[in-house]
């Protein structure tokens, strides 16, 4: 899957190029362990900003919160817990700068005087069972090798190359969806080709039993219907346990599970 190249100053750009991810029971258990230190991170984060907030409150300074003062709590947080410290500093010094670029970007919004409902929301603790792991590496925290993804940490993922990168990367980002499925996005240099002019316009009316309904019957986006996709698998592994329920007092069969 890639996403279009963003033109920047309308010549050179970005694009990404997403693929999905083999991951072993092995690469399972650190990935999850580097998103626990990550979320760790991100939460603290959270509370100094919220602690500086309440003291510029109550006492009428203007101490500030950015990604200075946030990298210096993340040295001292690594120098003093041997469990954060166990993890690649790569992802954790990106969940510091994609923090600090969250709340100046509702800052900015608050500014601006935007109404509430336009805003960007303040960034907000992550919960272990709600937010879904995302682990960004720069260049220098992950490497290509033998078709592999390397991550910093000696993460070792299996790439499904559904089509060639055009360049070397110059970041990745690992997550995970709702359906439990792994994926790395690469970002890759792109030359913006724009598309000729054609003089036509196109009307669209976005929907909910349809997504969109537009002018020309070509461009028209049906329902993709995902959700009773999910509700069929569903059904059918909620039928499959319900075969292996043990019986009161008798011990469950090993592909039983609660």
Excluded at 221 to 246: I, V
Aim: with cysteine.
């Amino acid at each position: 899957m890639t996403t279009a190249a963003v033109a920047v100053g309308g010549v050179a750009g970005c694009a990404r190029y997403t693929y999905r991810l083999r991951v072993s029971s092995t690469a399972l258990a650190r990935l999850e362990a580097e998103w626990a230190r990550c979320r760790w991170v991100w939460n603290e984060c959270v509370a100094v900003s919220r602690r500086i907030h309440a003291l510029n409150r109550a006492s009428g300074e203007k101490a500030t919160c950015g990604p200075a003062q946030l990298d210096r709590m993340l040295t001292a947080a690594r120098r003093s817990t041997a469990w954060l410290r166990g993890g690649a500093s790569v992802p954790q010094q990106q969940t510091v700068r994609d923090f600090a670029a969250s709340r100046a970007k509702a800052l900015k919004d608050i500014r601006a005087g935007l109404p509430v409902r336009r805003r960007a929301g303040m960034p907000r603790h992550r919960k272990k069972r709600e937010a879904d792991p995302t682990l960004n590496y720069t260049v220098r925290g992950f490497r290509l090798r033998d078709g592999r993804l390397h991550l910093a940490g000696g993460i070792v993922l299996t790439v499904v190359w559904s089509r060639d990168l055009p360049a070397d990367p110059t970041s990745v980002r690992v997550y995970r969806d709702g359906l439990g499925h792994w994926y790395a996005s690469f970002v890759v240099a792109a030359a913006v080709q724009p598309l000729p002019a054609t003089g036509r316009v196109l009307g669209v009316d976005w929907g909910v039993a349809v997504i969109a309904t537009t002018t020309s019957d070509a461009h028209d986006l049906p329902h993709p219907g995902h959700g009773m996709a999910a509700a069929a698998k569903l059904a059918r592994y909620q039928r499959m346990m319900a075969r292996r329920r043990p019986v009161r007092g008798q011990a469950a069969s090993a592909g039983y599970r609660t």
